[in-house]
């Protein structure tokens, strides 16, 4: 049974620092490219941040580039998204996101493996 699941969430003031993880589990996760994407309340699903298998591609939305950095770790399952320089624009539902392809896609439709997702709010 694939399992993906988001920790690390929750009220940050603006300007501050959350850093988010995702295990996973049931896949070949060193195979696999991964992905995070965010919901905010009335809107729909937005492509944040995207790795290849092997971290040497990074793709990142205009959105969170240069505040956003995405990580993993192929000996743990483990992705990462460390999130500097938080906005209240960032507040939203945090999913982690999977694919049987190696190289990333900015299309969230293409991935297969889904987590549950974790809220990060962005407050003073």
């Known amino acids: 049974e694939v399992q993906l699941v988001e920790s690390g969430g929750g009220l940050v003031q603006p300007g501050g620092s959350l850093k988010l993880s995702c295990v996973a589990s049931g896949f070949i996760f060193a195979d696999s490219a991964m992905s995070w994407a965010r919901q905010a309340p009335g809107k729909e699903l937005e492509w944040v941040s995207s790795t290849s298998w092997n971290a040497a591609t990074t793709l990142y939305a205009e959105s969170v580039k240069g505040r956003f950095t995405i990580s993993r770790d192929n000996a743990e399952n483990t992705l990462y998204l460390e999130m500097n320089g938080l906005k209240s624009e960032d507040t939203a539902v945090y999913y982690c996101?999977?694919?049987?392809?190696?190289?990333?896609?900015?299309?969230?439709?293409?991935?297969?493996?889904w987590g549950e997702g974790t809220q990060v709010t962005v407050s003073s």
């Open positions: 996101a999977g694919r049987g392809e190696s190289w990333p896609s900015t299309d969230s439709s293409t991935y297969d493996y």
